[in-house]
T-cell receptor, first 113, second 111 residues
Framework: DTEVTQTPKHLVMGMTNKKSLKCEQH?????MYWYKQKAKKPPELMFV???????INESVPSRFSPECPNSSLLNLHLHALQPEDSALYLC????????????FGPGTRLTVT | ELKVEQNPLFLSMQEGKNYTIYCNYS?????LYWYRQDPGKSLESLFV?????AVKQEGRLMASLDTKARLSTLHITAAVHDLSATYFC???????????FGAGTRLAVHP
């Protein structure tokens, strides 16, 4: 099973709301990623967790707060977002080793009003 | 800082024709990935290229890697409409499998 699941599929939130995005994989992968993708642009890496530890933070604003409760689950907590944060948020996972192929989830389409 | 350049950025192809998408990158890397993305959808892994001279083929798509030239190509043979999508190459940079993506090539195949 090479599936990464993400919930919700769509999210509309106001600038004062707090919400969370969820990502789950059951492939035994020990690296998980959050990407942000704007329309007609490539994905941009936000965070990397390796063995449940935050390994890379690409200078992401603190209104985005990642969390990795266990090896299968990755959350992205959102607070006080701006309209320019509206984008497709993609989660991916991979297994450290010879081939670091990343498997992407279907994404959450976020709209900030 | 690693930079990844794809060209062309947009490609309008006639069905049955052949074409090549190019992916150049600026610093040494031995791992290159090709992904496909349909509009509004996620990324689908097409090829993983791990060494110099690697060549992989799947259906009408063939990818190759020349690490000395820092160049990968994605060749499309006898294009069909179903290949219409955006194709991204991505190169590993540093540890933790950090990927730097090219800008993407929007491919439109028409009759």
């Amino acid at each position: 099973d090479t599936e990464v699941t993400q919930t919700p599929k769509h999210l509309v939130m106001g600038m004062t709301n707090k919400k969370s995005l969820k990502c789950e994989q059951h492939m035994g992968h020990r690296a998980m990623y959050w990407y942000k993708q704007k329309a007609k642009k490539p994905p941009e890496l936000m965070f990397v967790y390796s063995y449940e530890k935050l390994s890379i933070n690409e200078s992401v604003p603190s209104r985005f707060s990642p969390e990795c409760p266990n090896s299968s689950l990755l959350n992205l907590h959102l607070h006080a977002l701006q309209p320019e944060d509206s984008a497709l948020y993609l989660c991916a996972s991979s297994q450290p080793g010879t081939v670091y192929e990343q498997y992407f989830g279907p994404g959450t389409r976020l709209t900030v009003t | 800082e690693l930079k990844v350049e794809q060209n062309p950025l947009f490609l309008s192809m006639q069905e049955g024709k052949n074409y090549t998408i190019y992916c150049n990158y600026s610093t040494t890397s031995d791992r290159l990935y090709w992904y496909r993305q349909d509009p509004g959808k996620s990324l689908e892994s097409l090829f993983v290229l791990l060494s110099n001279g690697a060549v992989k083929q799947e259906g009408r798509l063939m990818a190759s890697l020349d690490t000395k030239a820092r160049l990968s190509t994605l060749h499309i043979t006898a294009a069909v409409h179903d290949l219409s999508a955006t194709y991204f190459c991505a190169v590993e940079s540093g540890g933790y499998n950090k990927l730097i993506f090219g800008a993407g090539t929007r491919l439109a195949v028409h009759p």
